[in-house]
């Protein structure tokens, strides 16, 4: 039988995510979304693509949950996005209120599913999806390291002239301006970056990553990315299906890894089809632990206001 994800939001990024998983053909997809007939006319138009695309895939929409039960996967993509000159934190609230309502439907109608969220402010819903699911820290976690880390990797590639496919890197912590972007960690052809770009040129490269999403932003006037987030979501998707065993920045519940105590912030983990199989521990530099946990103080700031708000609504 195939697996079934359910994509919920039909925005830009989920509809984006549908697609792809859709041509992929791996499985079944729902999409969830409030707006009335919204997911069903794009799920219609997707799978009426199915006899171009090769694909046999079923892709349903629906205003209810019912169609997404016992889903394998649920990808949480609803709320809303950023305009210009907003701050992916100035989304907490409303995004925190849309992502724990999503969240208690999505445990009870698929209660063994593995959930990847990826509404922002990414690190801060990570960690309301994760404490409003119940669920064990491997089947929640949250996209955002691939697209920080493929931001980079192309930024790299197009400097040096050479192949995306040779640029392997690596970005720890929050999703955020102050994200970490290993550059001892990154290397073209295996070679160090270092031997083959000045000093000053891969700062410029790793502050441009760090407002990659804002770059975007002010391109578009209304909403944010969409294209790249989505091909990152469904690298993800696909090691969990596939179980591939991959090792792949996410933003993960960390219970003391990296010196972080209850608090979901980005890590190298290794995904394969149980989730997160585990968070690969690395050796950094009194510099780089620095930044990282900066990051992460970050991220605790955010979710202490999400805490206050949610004691004093109750
Ligand atoms: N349940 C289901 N869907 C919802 C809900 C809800 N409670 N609230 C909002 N939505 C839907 C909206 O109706 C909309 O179709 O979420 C969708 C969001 O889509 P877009 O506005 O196009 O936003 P998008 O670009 O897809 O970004 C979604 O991902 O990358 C992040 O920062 C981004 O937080 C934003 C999220």
């Known amino acids: 039988m195939r697996s079934k994800v359910t994509v919920v939001g039909a925005g830009n990024v989920g509809a984006t995510t549908a697609l792809r998983i859709q041509s992929l053909g791996y499985a079944d997809v729902v999409m969830v979304d409030v707006v009335e007939d919204l997911p069903q006319g794009k799920s219609l138009d997707m799978l009426e693509a199915g006899p171009v695309v090769g694909s046999d895939v079923q892709v349903t929409g629906s205003n209810s949950y019912d169609e997404?039960?016992?889903?394998?996967?649920?990808?949480?993509?609803?709320?809303?996005?950023?305009?210009?000159?907003?701050?992916?934190?100035?989304?907490?609230?409303?995004?925190?209120?849309?992502?724990?309502?999503?969240?208690?439907?999505?445990?009870?109608?698929?209660?063994?599913?593995?959930?990847?969220?990826?509404?922002?402010?990414?690190?801060?819903?990570?960690?309301?999806?994760?404490?409003?699911?119940?669920?064990?820290?491997?089947?929640?976690?949250?996209?955002?390291?691939?697209?920080?880390?493929?931001?980079?990797?192309?930024f790299i590639a197009q400097e040096l002239k050479v192949s995306v496919e040779d640029v392997q890197a690596l970005v720890l912590g929050g999703h955020g301006d102050d994200m970490v972007p290993l550059v001892r960690y990154t290397s073209v052809g295996g070679i160090p970056v270092t031997e083959l770009m000045a000093e000053e040129k891969i700062d410029q490269i790793v502050q441009r990553t760090r407002n990659g999403g804002g770059e975007i932003v002010a391109l578009l006037k209304e909403g944010s990315a969409y294209y790249a987030p989505s091909a990152a979501i469904t690298q993800m998707v696909e090691a969990v299906l596939l179980d591939k065993q991959r090792i792949l920045p996410a933003c993960a519940y960390l219970e003391g890894e990296f010196g972080i105590n209850g608090l979901c912030v980005g890590v190298p983990v290794k995904i394969g089809a149980n989730g997160i199989e585990s968070i690969m521990q690395i050796d950094l530099t009194a510099d780089e632990n620095k930044a990282l946990q900066s990051s992460a103080a970050s991220v605790q700031e955010l979710v202490d206001v999400m805490r206050e708000a949610q004691a004093s609504a109750s």
């Open 68 to 154: 997404s039960a016992d889903s394998d996967l649920v990808v949480i993509t609803a709320g809303i996005a950023r305009r210009p000159g907003m701050s992916r934190d100035d989304l907490l609230l409303t995004n925190m209120r849309i992502t724990s309502s999503v969240t208690q439907e999505v445990v009870k109608h698929s209660p063994n599913c593995i959930i990847i969220a990826v509404t922002n402010p990414l690190d801060a819903m990570v960690q309301n999806v994760y404490e409003t699911s119940g669920f064990p820290r491997h089947r929640v976690f949250g996209m955002a390291g691939i697209l920080d880390t493929a931001r980079y990797r192309t």
